[in-house]
């Protein structure tokens, strides 16, 4: 019997590229958030898939920007600390999307490092299929495996899949064998409602909403209780969040309420506050008291 092996596959690339919907597709269920709003992801995720031979940890990172507040120093750290534990680095880049300096600057850092690493197309299900080949030509000269994918449908995920276990180790199982992911069930709950506001909310308002989760309780017949805060910048957002006769809020709680009760397999009991915090993408406090601290 050949021995088991593990490993730490770090997904980066600019925001939107699809590195939250490829984790979840490896993982085979839903472990990040995914959105069509740019920095959705806040945090570094990780999402496991374990067999009786290997383990794989995947790292799923917040997109890489330039930091215009406390909170994208946050999140650009968070990928930078990724990136040092990983065994293997996949720099995802988008089909859809013109290869711009930034996926430039990623694809130079992570490229030609010593971490074994693979260039990601995703998106193919949106572009025609000679479009691609002009991509791959372009890339390679990176010298490093190219890898066109959908992550939404699945397509061409197998063989990178493939490439990244060839690249494991031999190593401990770091993670219970039905763990699919290391996220305490509050940090799962701010998450799915922070999604669903991303989901319904326009413009600017997305960037500025925060969730706080103040009770998580079970009663005693048997339902969940969660008590959230939504924190937006100003009292016009508030407003918006609320929606008409509270409208807004109550799309949101109810997507929220009923992935939450699939995902916790529990009658949960939402109730939604909103809060205006201004300017707590700054302040030290607040970014803690929502996680976004060491
Ligand atoms: N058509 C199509 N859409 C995709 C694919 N992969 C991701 N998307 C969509 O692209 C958007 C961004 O996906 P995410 O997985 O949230 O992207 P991300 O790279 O994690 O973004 P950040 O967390 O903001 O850095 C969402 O609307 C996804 O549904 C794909 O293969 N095909
Ligand atoms: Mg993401």
Known sequence: MSAFKSGFCMLCGRPNVGKSTLMNHFVGQKVA?????????????????????????????????????????????????????????????????????????????????????????????????????????????????????????????????DEIVSHLDEGPQYFPEEMVGDFPERFLAAELIREKALLNLREEIPHGIGVHIEKMQERDNGTLYIAAEIICERTSHKGIVIGKGGAMLKTIGGQARQELEALLDAKVYLELFVKVRENWRNSGNVLKELGYSE
């Open 33 to 161: 958030i995914v959105s069509p709003r740019a920095q959705t992801t806040r945090n570094c995720i990780r999402g496991i898939v374990t067999t009786k031979d290997y383990q794989v940890v995947f790292l799923d990172t917040p997109g890489i920007h330039k930091p215009k507040s406390k909170l994208n120093d946050y999140m650009v750290k968070a990928q930078k600390d990724a990136a040092t534990g990983a065994d293997f680095v996949c720099v995802m880049l988008d089909l859809t999307e013109p290869i711009g300096q930034t996926d430039e600057h990623i694809l130079r850092e992570y490229a030609s490092a010593a971490t074994p690493c693979a260039i990601v197309l995703n998106k193919l299900d949106c572009v025609e299929k000679d479009a691609v080949l002009p991509v791959l030509e372009r890339l390679a000269g990176y010298g490093v495996p190219l890898f066109p994918v959908s992550a939404a449908t699945g397509e061409g995920c197998d063989a990178l899949f």
